[in-house]
């Protein structure tokens, strides 16, 4: 049987000091299993952003527990929760967050300047992601100088640089068109079936049925999850 992955349980969110705060997370019980590539839709408002931040340790829940790779997040220091951003988790944004002065292969090798590996296996495993998703003859660009597509497929190897247990994906196609859209749609498909964990936040229902199971977020709480 496989492993959790994700576990919450019991995962409310409140904002605010004072009462009435607003209740964004009202309950949430989700799992995901490893291997398993899981959407989550909802409305605007529905908290599908504070869920994926929630998921990303970028936040913390309120009430409730959130275990990722089987461990408690709550327990962990500021400085254990920056180390699982940059090594367990591999985020992929929709604005796809790369930095404009530096190269493909500069924005691909960032989350490895805050390990141990030597210059030399850096740079061999820089050289193996941007081959996987297909820019090895983009190296010395510049974000500039690529489509969207491009840059995504750069901020997908960047998220897979270090190899991590999890992938968050929000709105991931959200600046492409149709077609460019499909390609880094069939590039997600392919590590889910290289036996990567993924999750999806996306508004578009064609988008989520990628998935092998889609959760549906209305206002904090999940109302339906079902196989794709």
């Known amino acids: 049987m496989k492993e959790s992955i994700i576990s919450l349980s019991g995962v409310h969110k409140f904002y605010g000091e004072i009462e009435p705060r607003l209740h964004v997370l009202k309950g949430i019980d989700l799992s995901v299993t490893e291997g398993e590539f899981v959407s989550i839709t909802g409305t605007s408002g529905s908290g599908k952003s504070t869920l994926l931040n929630l998921l990303g340790c970028l936040d913390i829940a309120t009430e ?82 690529l489509s969207g597509g491009e840059c995504q497929r750069v ?18 196609t959200g600046n492409l068109d149709t077609t460019t859209s499909n390609e880094v749609l069939a590039l997600i498909d392919d590590l889910h079936a290289q036996g990567r964990s993924i999750v999806m936040i996306t508004h578009d229902v064609e988008v989520a049925a990628r998935a092998e199971r889609r959760v549906h977020l209305l206002d904090g709480l999940i109302v339906e999850g079902e196989a794709a």
């Open 155 to 172: 901020a997908i190897a960047r998220a897979l640089i270090n190899d991590p247990i999890l992938l968050l994906a929000d709105e991931p």
């Open 64 to 145: 409730g527990i959130y275990r990722l790779g089987g461990k408690d997040v709550s327990q962990y220091t500021d400085d254990d929760l920056s180390r699982i951003r940059n090594q367990d988790i591999g985020f992929i944004f929709q604005s796809f967050n790369l930095i404009p002065q530096l190269t493909v292969f500069e924005n691909v090798q960032v989350p490895l300047l805050y390990g141990v590996r030597s210059i030399a296996e850096c740079n061999d495993i820089c050289h193996q992601v941007i081959e996987s998703v297909g820019l090895s003859g983009r190296l010395e660009h510049r974000p500039s100088q």
